[in-house]
């Protein structure tokens, strides 16, 4: 709604008569913008009384007589006595005459040069009845509009319609014409048919007596059906005849009205399993935008955006701006990747008193089908816009790949240890609804044995909703497990990134881990076996064991990378995990020692098994060792390179190789 102060002006002969100088939209204004007046005059002489007076563009929509004073600095007694406080309504606008008080009008339409039948698609803005506003100082309103009774029968009956339009060469007929003939009326071609014309065409015309300051104001109304044009539209005081010495009795304004412009994005890209995607765009043409969406194994005529079994179009409110918006979650339609169009309009094609054509209402097209038929078109406005849903992607990249620690001090190491970052950064899409203000992904560490005294690492993060992740490993993962980069073999670490994709919850996790609680607080079955921690699926139910990850029988290292890959590879979970997109795999990382570093490793075979379990070690080391000295976690010890031992009792064990190098140096190695 627009706000208005109207003020009340006397001319110094005849009338003036003021109109909106700009394309009207049928609904909506483009908002904050100055608007321009046109004032059409009736005493300036017989050639020049459709003089047009273009107001400085330093006023706002609709307050033509605010600036018609800033442009004349002109004082009149009813300046302040005739101030109104007035509201237009979106679809509507003003017409105002200022005259002489007392004065009658006669107004309408002058339509028959335009051949206008009235039916829908075809027919002009309609005059509304006056509401009855007060003025600031309490006095009664300004007049109401006076119309002819809708059934009222020409001539005969009709009491305005039968006034003759004048002077007789400003009609389209040589003899003359009344303003009924002037309008659609539904009984004279070309408005004769099998079609309503609104009110029998008697709001196309009206009276209007000006009040006690010579103000008089006309409010019309626009919807879709309404055509888009310059309208000639005449006043004329009631009784005037230009024979009778009336030279300035008389003015034709004109206004111009349009389809209001209907937008919506250029394209949409987006993962078929992210919820609410804004779509958005503009409507100055009606206060509702209707959608439909078509496409791969869609109805060609389409379907509402959250029902593939509702051919009706999703209905989306417009604001008071003329802007209109929808969050889409593509899943309510269980369509998958693939490429779809959304048509938008700015009216419902189903509606038959939308479309052109009499027989629209036994047509069997609707929904998009309806928009586009050519032999029935629509009274709005429509478009349409390419939508592509893609497989939702998780991936990830680890930088920097290669890791050089420093373990050994003085030059060239500095710090022992190192301080290096190590960063996994990716995107994961699939998982998302505008609910959920931070999504959480599960991390998995993985060495090709032992990572420190630990045989694998877990942990959860938030990342930010629109799918971007970012998680530095070295400070917060091996250093919160009190992991230094120096008690870690040289080597490969797979780092799995695991989302849970569509149904945002995690189907496989580890035992203990927060998606494990909620799920037992959501029903799920515990799993308890003391001294076992396991990797728990959903399937068949939750939760079911997947593989043992801590205790007897555990998999360790790339056992348990394939282990855990596996499990979230079963076509019945819909989590999935990240993958490098250059490698395909599970990204990695590779730590190496300096150059300075004096290194040793072990090796153990089998590592798991039933007592007594006899046990192959192998020990190696970077530098010519002095002494090798082996401790078998069970209180047994050797001093051998490659020793064989047999464990007795059944246990986790931790076995630990220290290597001296000389007198003073030693490198540990569990």
């Not at 005849?241 to 111009?256: E, R, S």
């Not at 979230?568 to 990240?578: C, V, W």
Request: glycine share 8%; charged share 20%.
């Amino acid at each position: 709604m627009l706000a208005a102060l109207i003020m009340s002006v006397s001319p110094v002969a005849g009338f003036t008569v003021t109109v909106p100088n700009e394309t009207l939209n049928r609904y909506f204004q483009v908002p904050d913008e100055m608007h321009l007046y046109a004032l059409y005059s009736s005493d300036l002489g017989i050639q020049e009384r459709e003089n047009v007076d273009f107001f400085p563009g330093n006023y706002s929509y609709p307050d033509p007589f605010d600036a018609y004073f800033k442009k004349y600095n002109q004082t009149f007694p009813c300046y302040f006595l005739g101030r109104f406080s007035h509201i237009w309504d979106h679809g509507t606008f003003p017409i105002i005459i200022t005259g002489k008080p007392g004065v009658t009008y006669s107004v309408g339409w002058v339509l028959c040069e335009e051949g206008m039948t009235g039916k829908v698609c075809d027919r002009p803005p309609w005059i509304m009845p006056n509401s009855t506003p007060t003025r600031d100082d309490g006095v009664a309103s300004y007049p109401l509009v006076q119309f002819d009774d809708i059934d009222d029968q020409y001539p005969e009956q009709t009491v305005i319609g039968r006034n003759q339009i004048q002077p007789l060469e400003d009609c389209c007929m040589r003899n003359g014409m009344t303003f009924w003939e002037a309008v659609p009326n539904g009984d004279v071609y070309p408005s004769k048919g099998d079609w309503d014309v609104p009110y029998n065409g008697k709001r196309y015309y009206a009276e209007i007596t000006a009040d006690s300051c010579g103000f008089a104001l006309l409010k019309f109304d626009m919807d879709q059906t309404i055509k888009e044009g310059t309208y000639k539209f005449h006043i004329q005081e009631k009784g005037y005849n230009p024979g009778q010495g009336g030279d300035y009795g008389y003015v034709n304004a004109f206004v111009h009205i349009q389809k209001g412009p209907v937008e919506g994005p250029q394209s949409i890209t987006m993962p078929y399993a992210d919820a609410n995607i804004r779509i958005d765009g503009l409507n100055y043409d009606s206060k509702y935008t209707y959608l439909w969406i078509r496409g791969q194994n869609l109805p060609k005529c389409g379907v509402s955006l959250v029902d593939q079994t509702d051919p009706n179009p999703l209905v989306v409110n417009v604001s008071p701006k003329g802007k209109w918006e929808f969050s889409w979650d593509p899943t309510d339609l269980g369509i998958g990747e693939g490429s779809y169009e959304i048509y938008y309009s700015s009216v419902d094609p189903n509606d038959p008193n939308q479309r052109s054509c009499i027989t629209c209402a036994n047509s069997p097209m609707n929904g998009i089908c309806a928009l586009e038929d050519p032999k029935c078109a629509i009274c709005g406005v429509f478009d349409l816009f390419p939508v592509t849903l893609t497989y939702p992607q998780i991936n990830a990249k680890i930088e920097p790949v290669e890791v050089e620690r420093c373990c050994c001090p003085g030059e060239p190491c500095g710090v022992i240890g190192g301080n290096e970052e190590i960063w996994v950064k990716g995107i994961s899409e699939g998982d998302f609804t505008g609910e959920i203000k931070e999504k959480t992904l599960q991390v998995w560490l993985f060495g090709e044995g032992m990572i420190g005294d630990y045989p694998y690492l877990f942990t959860e993060f938030n990342y930010l909703c629109d799918g971007t992740f970012e998680y530095e490993l070295n400070k917060n993962l091996l250093q919160e497990f009190n992991i230094g980069l120096c008690d870690l073999n040289p080597g490969k670490y797979y780092v799995v990134i695991q989302s849970p994709m569509f149904n945002e919850k995690f189907d496989v996790t580890l035992q203990d881990s927060d998606a494990y609680k909620k799920g037992i607080t959501d029903g799920a079955i515990p799993v308890n076996e003391p001294g076992q921690k396991y990797v728990v699926t959903s399937t068949p139910v939750s939760w079911s064991k997947s593989f043992i990850l801590s205790g007897i029988n555990a998999k360790i290292g790339v056992e348990a990378l394939q282990a855990l890959k596996a499990a979230i590879d079963d076509p019945t979970i819909d989590d999935e995990y990240a993958i490098d997109e250059l490698t395909g795999e599970v990204p990695y990382f590779i730590i190496k020692d300096n150059k300075c570093t004096k290194s040793v490793d072990f090796s153990g075979s089998p590592s798991t098994g039933y007592v007594p379990l006899n046990v192959q070690f192998n020990g190696d080391a970077t530098f010519d060792v002095v002494e090798w000295s082996w401790d078998f976690g069970d209180g047994s010890i050797s001093n051998e390179k490659d020793p064989v031992h047999v464990y007795i009792k059944p246990g986790i064990y931790t076995v630990k190789l220290v290597a001296t190098y000389d007198e003073d140096g030693t490198i540990k190695k569990k």
